[in-house]
């Protein structure tokens, strides 16, 4: 058993070809094996790479110092040696007590090392545990070590729901700001500058004098054509300056803060590495932009980016931890708790983020991890509610709570909604990623700022006369969701009044009334508003500004659904005695909830663009509260998913990484064609053999020149030139700082020295130099497959093994490579796409 838990986690990675050309560096880079073949033009890839769109240099990486390499060599080798051998550490001829600067250490866009991580977390508990049944001091440090993980959730969860209420607050007071300004307090928002009036109406009771509009403060009155104007470009001037403000922040402090993150933060939690996306740079520029750019009145939303911001929380507070700070497969454990976190704060919905995280998000989520995510996202959503962002003790501001039940009948708009969004989530998938790809490949990517401009210029201009689409898109679902009582006063309640007191529902609420003209005028408007937000929220997401899908589809949907819930009850009244109604919807009975139909709508909307099925009704759930409605819920979210895999299995999240050319295996996508594994390894038959190093015979120099010939990040080790058979495999930055070492820390090891990666060295002449043995540093045991292995294994191999190459044999005698990237090229060319799109465009 534990030999094949070892093989579990053989070396899960997957990068581009241009690891490896970072060698000068002290650090060294875990290379990509990609096919051990001779370079050609299409293996070398550019120093940059483009993440959500924005093509960046990532020379520096400050933000995300690397793992420390403390541990060292000794460490590195003992526990790979000993795991492999049986035998402990083959040192070099040269004692290696002291640590190796640069093992231990990742580097840019490469991918970590699953099974060493895991050996150095188990040799580092397992020395613990002995430790701890010596003494009392070594016992403390033992219950420390083991609480640390809890500590380290909680701190996560404070900061996170912390800045989640900031964010939330700031953002509600800027989106006020463009309407006008407190006189009382300037810092003070619309909502709470009133609380205090008791000059308010119940007609206009957002009204007050401490509060004035900028077109009364210019004009010195509140009507009249010459105020709306200037209140109309004064909510253009503020959308500008903030959308501009922060498409400058994100463009010259932190090019990372751009889009939702989650993408990324996908691929990251599979293994791969992304310095200083996960940074306090990143952290601060996101935090403040998003505040930024939620309250220009672009259509986008928060809830995205908030789980960047928690990923970011997580990271920087791994470092204070030393089984953290020092294990990356331990910092992916606690990355995806705080994903989970992330859409705790957004939603307010604790249980929806610990299944979002598991759903949608992580790669490798073991029990333990689901637990400390639960307890994560539980402390955020306590600390959210302290804080009280909204005033109204929610975590939310769109939280509601219906009362009437809903009726077997009405499955049948339900699953309409359903179909709606689904086929929403496909075309706005479909119609995004082509703009997107437009901004990739023309003249338009080149000018981020303009582009944010003019889509805020564009959005305020054609917001500000339609109400719904003025006000933020929190507030609109608010709106939408809201079931109107006797005390509304919103424009989606103007029904004409009953006639007697007979047609009163019981409580708060109202039967089934028959529209009035303030209703007629509000769902002209929310059609309009309907058009608009369908095709804005296309050119918004994927902006150089930080920008969420969640509220832009969210109210898709609600609008969408309250349009329906509105028509079914206008139905209902006028045809209570109709087959459909009758025996369940008598006159005078509150029978149809248009607010409910807005709910299951934006679930549809949602689901369909994002494929999340039980994360998703459970959150909708936790923001309504009834049980009661999760039949409708999850009726509308699995129809949605259905229609919208008929036209593509991928959500707007897989959409995005393949068109960033990100190394991840979509576990959700099937292999069908029936290659097999020697069709895809490399070198093809056309290409030279294999680059590799004999166990003995070859000298110091020839390894040299080898290494130095070759772009490889890695040679498998063969027993000779004409046998062929495996022996193991070795990196080629374990083979430079090696040979380095010995040549600066021994006398004698020359170009002349043998290299010998077995027990014991070959007898040699008197007079010959002392020969350099590597077997410590070589890979006794490499995941190999054979020549006929069906590729649809081969994937299923790498998938669920997390794999980043394996070597290709017959009958022991070695014939090729398979990595990531030649499944993912594979794939792409059986799917018809640009295999050369593969890891960054």
């Known amino acids: 058993m534990s030999a094949f838990l070892l093989g579990l986690f053989r070396k899960f990675s997957a990068e581009s070809d241009r690891g490896l050309r970072g060698m000068e560096n002290p650090g060294y880079r875990t290379g990509s094996f990609d096919g051990l073949h001779r370079p050609s033009d299409d293996d070398d890839d550019d120093d940059l790479v483009d993440i959500a769109g924005a093509t960046l240099d990532f020379s520096s990486t400050d933000d995300d110092p690397p793992l420390s390499s403390g541990g060292g060599y000794e460490e590195y080798s003992s526990s790979r040696a000993a795991g492999m051998n049986g035998n402990g550490p083959t040192k070099l001829v040269d004692p290696l007590e002291d640590p190796l600067p640069g093992l231990g250490t990742y580097e840019d866009f490469n991918t970590i090392d699953w099974v060493r991580e895991k050996s150095k977390d188990r040799d580092r508990h397992r020395e613990i545990t002995n430790k701890s049944r010596q003494s009392t001091v070594a016992l403390l440090h033992s219950v420390s070590d083991a609480f640390s993980g809890w500590l380290l959730m909680l701190l ?33 928002n619309h909502e709470h500058c009133c609380w205090t009036s008791n000059e308010t109406t119940f007609q206009e009771r957002d009204r007050c004098p401490q509060w004035k509009s900028w077109g009364e403060l210019i004009t010195g009155t509140s009507e009249g054509a010459f105020t709306y104007i200037m209140s109309y470009l004064m909510y253009i001037f503020w959308a500008l300056l903030f959308s501009f403000l922060a498409v400058t922040l994100v463009r010259a402090f932190a090019p990372y803060a751009c889009g939702s993150g989650i993408p990324e933060i996908k691929t990251i939690l599979s293994g791969f590495i992304i310095r200083g996306y996960l940074g306090k740079w990143t952290l601060i520029i996101k935090t403040i932009t998003l505040v930024l750019a939620v309250s220009s009145g672009l259509s986008l939303g928060k809830e995205g980016p908030l789980v960047h911001v928690a990923c970011c929380c997580a990271n920087i507070l791994c470092h204070l931890f030393t089984k953290y700070r020092k294990n990356e497969a331990k910092r992916r454990e606690v990355l995806s708790a705080a994903a989970a976190v992330g859409v705790s704060v957004a939603f307010g919905a604790p249980i929806g983020g610990v299944l979002f995280s598991l759903e949608e998000v992580s790669y490798y989520f073991p029990l333990k991890t689901l637990w400390r995510s639960f307890f994560a996202a539980l402390v955020a959503a306590f600390t959210l509610r302290s804080i009280n962002p909204f005033g109204n003790s929610r975590l939310v501001l769109f939280y ?44 338009l990517g080149h000018y981020p700022v303009i582009e944010v401009l003019v889509v805020a210029a564009v959005t305020a201009l054609l917001a500000y006369p339609n109400s719904y689409t003025r006000m933020s898109g929190a507030e609109l679902i608010s709106e939408l969701f809201n079931d109107c009582s006797l005390l509304d006063s919103s424009q989606l309640c103007g029904y004409k009044q009953p006639t007697n007191t007979s047609e009163t529902g019981g409580g708060n609420s109202l039967a089934d009334r028959p529209a009035g003209e303030g209703l007629y005028t509000a769902l002209w408007q929310l059609a309009l508003a309907l058009i608009f937000k369908m095709l804005i929220t296309v050119v918004t997401f994927g902006m150089k500004v930080p920008s969420g899908l969640f509220i832009p589809s969210m109210a898709v949907g609600a609008i969408a659904g309250r349009l329906l819930g509105v028509g079914m009850e206008q139905l209902a009244y006028y045809n209570h005695d109709s087959v459909i109604f009758k025996g369940w919807c008598s006159p005078g009975a509150d029978c149809i909830t248009p607010g409910l139909y807005a709910m299951v709508g934006a679930a549809a909307c949602l689901g369909g663009v994002t494929r999340m099925t039980v994360s998703l009704v459970v959150i909708m759930f936790e923001l309504t509260g009834g049980l009661e409605y999760i039949v409708p819920l999850m009726a509308a979210t699995m129809t949605s998913k259905w229609v919208a895999d008929a036209f593509g299995r991928e959500g707007i999240y897989e959409a995005h990484i393949r068109l960033n050319g990100y190394p991840f295996l979509e576990p959700k996508e099937e292999f069908e064609h029936s290659s097999l594994a020697v069709d895809v390894m490399r070198p093809r038959r056309s290409d030279p053999a294999l680059a590799v190093l004999t166990q003995e015979g070859m000298t110091v120099g020839e390894v040299e020149a080898l290494v130095e010939s070759t772009h490889y990040s890695g040679f498998p080790v063969v027993v000779s030139q004409e046998s062929q058979r495996l022996v193991g495999f070795v990196l080629r930055r374990d083979l430079l700082i090696s040979i380095d070492n010995a040549r600066k820390r021994q006398e004698g090891v020359v170009s002349a020295s043998q290299v010998v990666f077995t027990d014991h060295a070959p007898a040699q002449a008197p007079d010959a130099p002392p020969p350099l043995r590597l077997r410590g540093i070589m890979d006794l045991s490499p995941f190999t497959v054979t020549d006929h292995t069906p590729m649809d294994i081969t994937v299923d191999i790498f998938r669920k093994l997390g794999l980043r190459q394996c070597l290709v044999t017959h009958n022991g005698r070695l014939l090729g490579i398979i990595t990531k990237k030649d499944i993912l090229k594979h794939m792409a060319q059986i799917a018809n796409r640009d295999p050369d799109s593969i890891l960054f465009n």
Do not use: Q, Y
Not at 414 to 443: D, E, V
């Open 400 to 443: 509601v709570e219906f009362h009437a039940p809903w009726h077997l009948v009405e499955l049948a708009p339900f699953i309409l909604l359903g179909i709606f969004g689904g086929l929403w989530g496909a075309l706005f998938i479909k119609a995004n990623i082509a703009w997107c790809r437009k901004r990739k490949s023309t003249r």
């Open 156 to 188: 996560v969860g404070l900061m996170s729901g912390a800045l989640a209420g900031g964010i939330d607050i700031a953002a509600h007071w800027l989106t006020d700001m463009k309407d006008g300004v407190c006189l009382i307090g300037f810092w003070f």
